[in-house]
Nanobody, 125 residues
Framework: QVQLVESGGGLVQAGGSLRLSCAAA????????VAWFRQSPGKDREFVAG????????LYADSVKGRFIISRDNAKSTVFLQMNLLKPEDTAVYYC??????????????????WGQGTQVNVSS
């Protein structure tokens, strides 16, 4: 079991930046591939970005490529999502999720076993 807690959400103007954090507790975090998903009202939860447990590879949704950066600090058991050049369409609840230890990065919702409670991001125009 691993417990995930997101933080860092808030209200920001379009063009601004926010950094989300996903702090993990429980089993050794180093072996978990982690992803960020987001969900807007009336829409399905969608993949945003993922980072391999080794930190050696990342994957991004086309909608955020070039604007968002996912990173991890295994010593602090934390994954970050740096969000730059934010747009109103980035408004959503952002969730971090962890896959089974040693997994590759996947963009499918059902691949992830552990989820945080989410943090709200609002981008005003």
């Amino acid at each position: 079991q691993v417990q995930l807690v997101e933080s860092g959400g808030g209200l920001v103007q379009a063009g601004g930046s926010l950094r989300l954090s996903c702090a993990a507790a429980g089993r050794t975090f180093n072996w978990y591939t982690v992803a960020w998903f987001r969900q807007s009202p009336g829409k399905d939860r969608e993949f945003v970005a993922g980072i391999h447990w080794s930190g050696g590879s990342t994957l991004y949704a086309d909608s955020v490529k070039g604007r968002f950066i996912i990173s991890r600090d295994n010593a602090k058991s934390t994954v970050f999502l740096q969000m730059n050049l934010l747009k109103p369409e980035d408004t959503a609840v952002y969730y971090c999720a962890a896959d089974t230890p040693g997994s590759t990065i996947k963009s499918m919702l059902g691949a992830y076993d552990y989820w945080g409670q989410g943090t709200q991001v609002n981008v005003s125009s």
